[in-house]
């Protein structure tokens, strides 16, 4: 969707709804619909052994970030999904939709009106029907960005309760997490 000329993806609107944990976690539910990303030790994620495709945008950069298994929210800690998420704000910030220079409350930017308005306006764009047929990466970017744990409930309930995508609780198992070793199987 386009703001004043300035093209946000569904990362940026899913840190405007939910801030940088929001964001990770509808690339993660894309990745997992692209097959990329399954769930691993209780509460985390890892990836598989599939490199046929390449992840877009900010999917891509929380794709790299994973090595070994690590939950959603210690995700966000990582220094190029931190970058990343950075640059969303920024990005949200130069088409103001949030308020510049305020701190952030806890995980969340603090939206300004035009924020609700472009929330409100990509939600039309992109409704979410419970009889919705079968979806794609990118629709589920949308989906869980825009209407998040509604949307993970509907669509990868199995997924986002064992991946940890209802919690923020971070919390890094890593194992296999050696950087050179990106399938995240631990090393012998």
């Not at 999904?81 to 910030?93: G, K, N, S, W, Y």
């Not at 064992?162 to 950087?179: N, Q, R």
Request: aromatic letters at 8%; a neutral charge.
């Amino acid at each position: 969707m386009a703001a004043d000329n300035i093209y946000l993806d569904a990362a940026a609107f899913a840190y405007l709804r939910g801030g940088r944990f929001a964001a990770v976690v509808a690339a993660l539910a894309a990745l997992h619909k692209r097959g990329l990303v399954v769930a691993g030790r209780p509460g985390t994620v890892h990836r598989t052994e599939r490199y046929d495709i390449e992840p877009p945008g900010f999917e891509h950069v929380v794709w790299h970030a994973l090595h070994g298994s690590v939950s959603p929210a210690g995700l966000t800690l990582r220094p190029p999904v931190e970058r990343a998420t950075a640059d969303l704000r920024r990005q949200l910030r130069d088409a103001g939709l949030i308020r510049p220079l305020l701190p952030m409350t806890s995980w969340a930017p603090v939206r300004n009106s035009r924020g609700y308005e472009a929330l409100r306006l990509c939600r039309q764009e992109h409704p979410f029907a419970i009889d919705r047929p079968e979806t794609s990466g990118d629709d589920v970017a949308w989906l869980v960005a825009l209407y998040g744990n509604d949307a993970l409930r509907q669509l990868m309930p199995a997924f986002a309760r064992a991946g940890g995508l209802f919690d923020k609780s971070a919390t890094d198992d890593m194992v296999g997490a050696e950087p050179d070793n990106p399938g995240g199987a631990p090393a012998v």
